[in-house]
């Protein structure tokens, strides 16, 4: 008998050991289960926490966090640890200020905030400005310095140009005007002529060119060369002009001489003498005439290549 009752006391013991092993399981999954919820709980607030700052709202109150675990609905506080005690603490002086700047906001009015936005808006504006500012001098600066470099360009430009015509009029060439009809039709009176004075420093003349060479002090002619150095040169009674024996076959055709002045009879040119005649063959006072006579080469100024003016008849002298 004393068996049994030793037996149903043990068993007893083992029921009420097994029994308490089975609470103290459940009470560690209530728990675990309680951390599972509060995380996802807590995480969920700081996000509506964010949200609510972000829009400028007011903080949701915080929810109580409920666990049953016990039939009797005994609730079980969870064990807080040291940095989730400090981070629950920063997040309530976080949500202070937040909760203080959204009742600033409210408190100050949508004028406040209004012209805080007006100043941010001229700030942005002035800085644009600024910068735009900048870009512009510096867009101008190379621009400035390209003007400037162009114009000193264009005045070497201009003054190589005058100096080359200096030289060009004074040891070049000369421009002169014809007077008197001696010339016609090639050349008539106040034609416009340029005449290149350095023609024959580096050749001789060619028969037909139009020279200048002096008739007095003060006065030039301008005639066409007929006849060169060492040729016999005669005009017949007929007006046509002889170089040793042969009829001279002229380019242009002149009208018939009538008077063949010193030239009635064969002249033979001497080394460096050029017999000339006026186109205007009957109103020319040329080499048929004494007082003019044969031309040195010594005495020929140039030749005349260019008419100038009058700009219709602009070019080139035949």
Request: hydrophobic share 35%; proline share 4%; net charge neutral.
């Amino acid at each position: 008998m004393g068996y049994f009752d030793d037996n149903e006391e043990t068993e007893k013991e083992g029921i009420s050991a097994l029994a308490e092993g089975l609470n103290a399981k459940e009470e560690k999954a209530a728990v675990k289960e309680r951390r599972k919820e509060e995380k996802r709980l807590e995480k969920e607030r700081r996000k509506k926490e964010k949200e609510a700052l972000k829009r400028g709202e007011p903080l949701p109150e915080e929810e109580e966090i409920k666990t049953r675990i016990t039939p009797e609905d005994t609730v079980v506080e969870p064990v807080k640890s040291k940095r989730q005690e400090a981070r629950e603490a920063k997040e309530t002086v976080e949500a202070a200020a937040g909760k203080a700047v959204q009742e600033a906001k409210e408190a100050s009015g949508t004028e406040t905030v209004a012209a805080l936005a007006a100043e941010k808006e001229e700030a942005e504006e002035e800085t644009s400005g600024r910068k735009k500012k900048k870009k512009k001098k510096q867009k101008e600066k190379p621009e400035d310095v390209n003007i400037v470099k162009d114009l000193l360009s264009l005045i070497i430009y201009i003054g190589i140009v005058i100096v080359i015509c200096f030289l060009i009029v004074t040891f070049v060439g000369r421009r002169t005007t014809v007077h008197g009809d001696s010339m016609n039709p090639t050349l008539e009176s106040g034609d416009s002529l340029w005449i290149n004075m350095l023609a024959y420093k580096f050749g001789d003349p060619e028969r037909f060119d139009i020279i200048v060479f002096p008739y007095q002090d003060d006065v030039h002619y301008i005639k066409r060369i007929i006849g060169l150095p060492g040729e016999t040169i005669q005009i017949t009674e007929g007006g046509e002009i002889l170089i040793n024996g042969k009829v001279l076959d002229e380019p242009i055709k002149f009208e018939r001489m009538r008077n063949n002045g010193i030239a009635s009879t064969p002249i033979t040119l001497g080394e460096n003498e050029y017999f000339v005649l006026g186109d205007n063959r009957n109103n020319s006072r040329d080499s048929r005439w004494a007082d003019v006579g044969l031309i040195k080469r010594d005495k020929i100024v140039g030749k005349a290549v260019f008419r100038l003016t009058p700009f219709k008849k602009f070019g080139s002298i035949k």
